[in-house]
């Protein structure tokens, strides 16, 4: 089977730190994705990661470890234009399968 | 300029009618997806065609049926509409099928009354 969680809700202060947590649980594991979701609008690729580790762009950084099916995004020098849903998803098999968790909802405040 | 395109972006409709959604991509990308995004946001996969043929086809009621008449266009057609359709679906595409990133489109928002 497959299980993926996140939390459902966090808030944080303009200009801080935030560390969005995810863990899953799945077969034919191919990689894991992070999503940023605003209110009506579609998910936008963050970021992918497929080997343990750090993957840094910019503001955004995203670590997995494989062994711990565990994965965090991390979003330095928060703006407001980040309050959002962060989307964890995980890649299963040859067929690019994404199973998504239910999203963390950042609220970002002054 | 749009990359992933759908239409259209609100669709009112009656239990028992049948509609269609399309689905148009311009990347050049060989794999089309997809979603349903239900009232608790929950993005779960439908369908994907890879160079028009059916790769993913999830536990889906047989009402939805989906149609690419060509990489680049992947249509989803949906009978005998019930309420618990109503939902916001999004279409995605990928170069390809090995750890693609998907992208996607800007979603059609279902309301069935």
């Known amino acids: 089977g497959q299980n993926i969680d996140q939390p459902t809700e966090m808030t944080a202060t303009e200009g801080a730190i935030v560390q969005i947590n995810c863990t899953y649980q799945?077969?034919?594991?191919?990689?894991l994705f992070w999503y940023q979701q605003h209110a009506g609008e579609a998910p936008t690729f963050l970021s992918y990661n497929v080997l343990d580790g750090l993957e840094e762009k910019g503001r955004f950084s995203s670590f997995l470890s494989r062994s711990k099916g565990y994965s965090y995004l991390l979003l330095k020098e928060l703006q407001m234009k980040d309050s959002a849903s962060y989307l964890c998803?995980?890649?299963?098999?040859?067929?690019?399968?994404?199973?998504f968790g239910t999203g963390t909802l950042l609220a970002v405040q002054p | 300029d749009t990359a992933v395109s759908q239409t259209p972006k609100y669709l009112v409709t009656q239990m028992g009618n049948d509609k269609s959604i399309k689905c148009e991509q311009n990347?050049?990308?060989?794999?089309m997806y997809w979603y349903k995004q239900d009232s608790k946001k929950f993005l779960k996969i439908m369908f994907s065609y890879n160079n028009k043929e059916l790769i993913i086809n999830e536990t889906v009621p047989n009402r939805f049926s989906p149609k690419s008449p060509d990489k680049a266009h992947l249509n989803l057609h949906i009978n005998s509409l019930e309420l618990g359709d109503s939902a916001v679906y999004f279409c995605a595409s990928s170069q390809g099928l090995a750890q693609e990133t998907q992208y996607f489109g800007p979603g059609t928002r279902l309301l069935v009354l």
């Open positions: 998803a995980v890649s299963r098999s040859a067929t690019n399968k994404l199973i």
């Open positions: 799945t077969s034919g594991f191919n990689g």
């Open positions: 990347l050049g990308h060989d794999t």
